[in-house]
């Protein structure tokens, strides 16, 4: 009897300035990282089909690496390509779920329904006690964008088996990370340039928005008011190092106060003064979808904050996050419940949080594969 052993496809998530790839091994204990690998668009991608001359060299250093098996990907297209809205709606005797939903979507596309590849990642039925309602979550792609996609990556020699919706990779990784809850809880992911906001129960997409506000706004404010003359490595460093940490620090020295401390409390005072505003405007993010969603759903008690991405190059930025918002927060790294495959060249990284979407695609299953 022959033992067909399942093989996972390679997650490629592309976004406006970033390649990241990421593919996985099933072992006993869960998932084993064949390979990883991040590529920067130069200059960014522009727009379709100006993408292909920049990202088919990038898609085919995918194909050529040893770190990755078969050409067979899931794919993460740019959010700037998707158009999403939340949606409510009733289904009479006549017609589908499905049937009102392509009925009413014509209202919110800013392109013919005709043109349009068109998803709901979460669906809720109607309660026994409710007011008979559907709540979904619709997501649309021109056909034509999809379709240069695809032409993309077969060119780059890969064949793509399925596209993914980015909060639907996020939650698939955090339910691998963690037990799924009824209680709402918050993700967040840190991108570059854009950053992915969402409230997320067991059962359902609560509400979502990317939001524009990524690791590199925190970054280039570094190097302007501290003149590191586009050092962006520096820049990085002293987020990691010093980041929001300035009151604990303050704390300790209170009790410490040795003289010798002083350069370093200044420089502790100084990053934090320079990234606080910027803190703040994600903060003012957080309070508008909270108050959304309390405004849509009765009792929300939220559980916990998840944050992912590149807040890993932020000191304290959850301890901090926790304090203002008054909601246990932790920061996710997807590596330390997984480990490397024997046959994995390990990428020059910190940790496995930059891959973070790459990661929660990787682990989508295709039948058919």
Known sequence: MFNLKFKYPIGIDISAQHIHAAQLKQIRQGFAVRGLMHQELDGGAGDLPAKSDVLVPLLKN??????????????????????????????????????????????????????????????????SDGDNQYKVTVIAVRRDDIKQYLLMLKKAGLIVEAIDFGLSSLIRLHNYLYNPTHNPILLFHIGHTQSLLSIVTKECILAYRYIPWGIEILVKKLMANLELSNNKNKAEILLRKYGLAHEDHQIRDNSINLTEDIEPDNIFRAIYQIITPLIEDLIHEFHKIIAYVRSEEQNVVFESIYISGQASLIRHFDKYLEKQLNIPTKLIDPMNKMTFSDSAIQPDISGGAPFTLALGLAMKRVPWL
Do not use: C, W
Request: proline share 11%; no cysteine; charged share 25%.
């Open 62 to 127: 995918i194909v050529k690496s040893k770190q990755f098996a078969g050409k067979r990907v899931v794919l993460h297209i740019p959010h700037q390509n998707i158009v999403s809205f939340p949606m409510r709606f009733r289904v009479d005797k006549s017609e589908t779920p499905e049937e009102v939903i392509l009925r009413e979507s014509k209202e919110y596309l800013p392109f013919p329904v005709e043109e349009a590849v068109i998803d709901y990642p979460s669906i809720v039925s109607p309660s």
